[in-house]
């Protein structure tokens, strides 16, 4: 639980509309939490114990195939929530979640959250408004991952992911990206070098810098920007 009295910054863009006396009323049980990168933190159908209001992590939501292929459905960070289903009367995380750049989260148990937003009619309207974002983004992740070719998909990729840390480095492998595009590395491997022979980013050690956004901008599919102004409307 929050300390009224601490002055402790809350970063989930969710959460920080609510004053510290909401918060510790809503929750009661909320606590801190630290994700490692490529954790996993609900398997598919794993039922709900908890939502998570990332706030320096970044999780993925992944759809597994029964041949245990994987793909990036969305990307989460400190604009959203873990946990939807728990607002539409679900019990269970249909896909995987998996902590893809380390850092906190906001825990909350899940009877809790059912509990706040039954009692807070404005938390209540943030969350489905959030909800109908994460919808959008599904929806256009579903196309561009049909239409769109690797090089803009991996541009999408990479500034929905800095849109959503501090600073312009993060920890990144290739195979893991082959992963959250549901591609072969090879194809990955082949993007990030034109990437950066282009200068728009820089990769050593398994870091990836953005050198130029503007420059991954202009070679991005139009999903990019259409999620974050959707996005952009929750604020």
């Known amino acids: 639980m929050i300390d009224t009295q601490s002055q402790i910054q809350i970063r989930n863009t969710l959460l920080e509309k609510l004053s510290v006396e909401e918060r510790n009323s809503l929750f009661p049980g909320m606590e801190l939490t630290e994700f490692s990168p490529k954790e996993t933190v609900y398997s598919p159908r794993q039922s709900l114990a908890h939502a998570y209001f990332p706030e320096t992590c970044v999780m993925s939501l992944i759809t597994v195939l029964e041949d245990g292929s994987e793909i990036e459905a969305a990307t989460i960070g400190n604009e959203g929530m873990i946990g939807i289903p728990l607002l539409l009367a679900g019990d269970q995380m249909p896909s995987k979640v998996v902590c893809q750049i380390g850092g906190s989260a906001w825990r909350i148990p899940a009877d809790e959250l059912i509990k706040a937003v ?12 959030y909800a ?13 991952n049909r239409l769109h070719t690797i090089e803009q998909r991996c541009a999408r990729w990479l500034l929905s992911t800095h849109d959503r840390i501090e600073g312009d480095t993060f920890f990144l492998t ?30 050593k050690h398994g870091k990836m810098t953005i050198r130029d956004r503007n420059g991954l901008e202009g070679i991005s599919c139009e999903c990019y920007a259409a999620v974050r102004e959707s996005y952009g409307r929750l604020n």
Do not use: I, W
């Not at 807070?120 to 489905?128: C, G, S």
């Not at 893991?176 to 980013?201: C, E, I, N, W």
């Open 118 to 129: 039954e009692k807070d009619a404005v938390l209540f309207l943030n969350l489905r408004r």
């Open 132 to 144: 109908q974002a994460l919808f959008d983004l599904l929806a256009q992740s579903t196309a561009c």
């Open 174 to 203: 290739h195979e893991f990206l082959a992963t959250m595009l549901g591609v072969r590395r090879p194809g990955v491997s082949l993007v990030a070098k034109s990437l950066q022979d282009s200068g728009f980013v820089s990769y």
